[in-house]
């Protein structure tokens, strides 16, 4: 059974930063494409960072320039380093990665974790 597992979620000031890990385990042949996403509160999941397996990043433009995706192939984790937070980046993140068990490919989610910016 694949997980992913999300940790580093917390309570930060404005102006902080804060780093989320996801580790995948399982039955896994690769991993490919893997990303952040985030539920605000009262709003629709929305894509933060994706990153290919080959390390090849793409931010939303409100996390550009603040946000870094980051990946270790070897520990089947993907990392977002969150700095100078704002209060609009309050929401629920979710890691996401596309796995393959041989042939086959399937999209997998975390089951996410609050990060919460103080104003």
């Known amino acids: 059974q694949v997980q992913l597992v999300e940790s580093g979620g917390g309570l930060v000031q404005a102006g902080g930063s804060l780093r989320l890990s996801c580790a995948a385990s399982?039955?896994?042949?690769?991993?490919?494409?893997m990303g952040w996403y985030r539920r605000p509160p009262g709003q629709q999941r929305e894509l933060v960072a994706t990153i290919t397996r080959g390390g090849s990043p793409t931010y939303a433009d409100s996390v550009k320039g603040r946000f870094t995706i980051s990946r270790d192939n070897g520990k089947n984790t993907v990392y977002l380093q969150m700095n100078t937070l704002k209060s609009e980046d309050t929401a629920v993140y979710y890691c996401?990665?596309?796995?393959?068990?041989?042939?086959?490919?399937?999209?997998?989610w975390g089951q996410g974790t609050q990060v919460t910016v103080s104003s």
């Open positions: 996401n990665a596309d796995i393959a068990s041989r042939y086959v490919s399937q999209g997998y």
């Open positions: 399982g039955s896994i042949f690769s991993i490919g494409g």
